[in-house]
Nanobody, 119 residues
Framework: QVQLVESGGGLVQPGGSLRLSCAASGSSFRFYAMGWYRQAPGKQRELVASITTGGSSNYADSVKGRFTISRDNAQNTVYLQLNSLKPEDTAVYYC?????????????WGQGTQVTVSS
């Protein structure tokens, strides 16, 4: 089992930047694919970015070129750099850890961190 703790959210003006961090407990972090999701009020949770155990990343079209996901296996941490923020990026951002096996997939979630983009 893994526990995830996000940090780094806050209030930022349009065009600004934030860096979210997600610290994972346990010694098996490198075996987990990691992802950042977000959920705005009244909307479904959506995948923002993901990174595989090998370091390959994938992004939602809405954030391509503005957000960057990275991981540091030595620090058991995944990051999300948010640049050129827009009001529509306002949401609670959740960290996800996924362990995929041959017959079962395990998902773990953090508690979320609020990102508000407003002038």
């Amino acid at each position: 089992q893994v526990q995830l703790v996000e940090s780094g959210g806050g209030l930022v003006q349009p065009g600004g930047s934030l860096r979210l961090s997600c610290a994972a407990s346990g010694s098996s972090f490198r075996f987990y694919a990691m992802g950042w999701y977000r959920q705005a009020p009244g909307k479904q949770r959506e995948l923002v970015a993901s990174i595989t155990t090998g370091g390959s990343s994938n992004y939602a079209d809405s954030v391509k070129g503005r957000f960057t996901i990275s991981r540091d296996n030595a620090q058991n941490t995944v990051y999300l750099q948010l640049n050129s923020l827009k009001p529509e990026d306002t949401a609670v951002y959740y960290c996800n850890a996924r362990l995929s096996g041959t017959t079962i997939t395990l998902d773990y979630w953090g508690q979320g961190t609020q990102v508000t983009v407003s002038s």
